[in-house]
């Protein structure tokens, strides 16, 4: 698989959009037909471009929020609306079923979890950024693997959640799959803290040890990113552990 997932990854390929659901009030699956898909690793990502009547394109990353292989034989995209954004907005207001886009992928070698790889496993996502964590929760549920995931996930509200009923089922089911929300800026009623940001406190209890070499897997805004992995390596979390995917802007 990882041999036609690589040469796969330059073609262009039209892909129709199945159906849509949203996450949130502002963020959007996408499940997508994609004629003569390679298969991918948990953690990858696709470029997505738009063409514009007038001929003008867009091209955005997106990470694959499913496993493979899918029940369908679909790709996943969740996409979070930027309200200033140029192609986030279309994704999730404007693409209906029935539509076309254009996909390539899949993309990425580094930030992927395999499920030959024996340990544990820490994944820490800020808002979106939790899409290619959920695609790696997925596809531990559907290889039967025993490595103990921990998922740290920073989010602004309780609103913003994406995936919650999903990972409140998987939490009960998957055997070894713990989740700790962080809420930035508005807690759930009678929850045990006020908001607050990701903090050495938050990765020191619901983290592995460090004696525990975990695979570090950090995933969201810019600033986000490199505020958890400076933590993870205070904490003595080897670096060559701990792999980071940045979507750009800031938390
Ligand atoms: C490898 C990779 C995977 C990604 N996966 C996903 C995903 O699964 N789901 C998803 O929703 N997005 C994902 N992104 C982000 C995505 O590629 C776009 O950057 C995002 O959708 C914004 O695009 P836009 O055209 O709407 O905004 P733009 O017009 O590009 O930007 C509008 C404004 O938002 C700021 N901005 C851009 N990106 C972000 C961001 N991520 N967070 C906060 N502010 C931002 C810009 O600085 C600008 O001020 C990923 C990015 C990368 C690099």
Redesign the pocket.
Known sequence: MARTAVSGRLIWRAATVAAAHWESPTARTLVLDVPDWPGHLPGQ?VDVRLTAEDGYR?Q????IASAWPHPEGKVE????R?D??????YLTDTVEAGDQIELRGPVGGWFVWRDTQPAPVLLIGGG?GV?PLMAMVRARSMAGAKQPFRLIYSVRTPEDLLYADELRRRVRDDAGLDVHYVYTRKTPDNWPSEPKRIDVAALNTYGWPPDFAPDCFVCG?TTFVETAADILVALGHDPRRIRT??????S
């Open positions: 990502h867009a955005r990353s997106y990470s995209l969740t996409v979070q930027l200033d954004g140029e192609v986030s907005p979106s899409v805004p995917e940045r979507f750009g802007g800031t």
